[in-house]
Nanobody, 124 residues
Framework: QVQLVESGGGLVQAGDSLRLSCAAS??????????MAWFRQAPGNGREFVSA????????NYAGSVKGRFTISRDNAKNTVYLQMNSLKPEDTAVYYC???????????????WGQGTQVTVSS
């Protein structure tokens, strides 16, 4: 079992930056070769893929809407994954969720464990 806890969300203005963190506990995500991902869900929308990374950081994947602005990273020694978000836009407003699973893919169904989410609000 893996527990995931997100933090770092908040209210910012367009153009600002935020760094989200996701702390894993219960199992070490590196020992279990877990891929880590970020998804987001805006009001009235489904949960959409943002970014993912393999357990060793060798492969990353980004949604087209965030490519070049967001960066995923992980520190396996700390059992933590990060999402650095730069040049934020109002359309990035959503609840951001951390997820863990066997593959760094865009399908949310492929992830076994989910955090509770952290709210990011970007004002114009």
């Amino acid at each position: 079992q893996v527990q995931l806890v997100e933090s770092g969300g908040g209210l910012v203005q367009a153009g600002d930056s935020l760094r989200l963190s996701c702390a894993a506990s219960g199992r070490t995500i590196s020992n279990n070769a877990m891929a880590m991902a970020w998804f987001r869900q805006a009001p009235g929308n489904g949960r959409e893929f943002v970014s993912a990374m393999t357990w060793d950081g060798g492969l990353t994947n980004y949604a087209g809407s965030v490519k070049g602005r967001f960066t995923i990273s992980r520190d396996n020694a700390k059992n933590t994954v990060y999402l650095q978000m730069n040049s934020l836009k109002p359309e990035d407003t959503a609840v951001y969720y951390c997820a863990a699973g066997p593959q760094a893919v865009i399908r949310k169904e492929a992830y076994y464990y989910w955090g509770q989410g952290t709210q990011v609000t970007v004002s114009s």
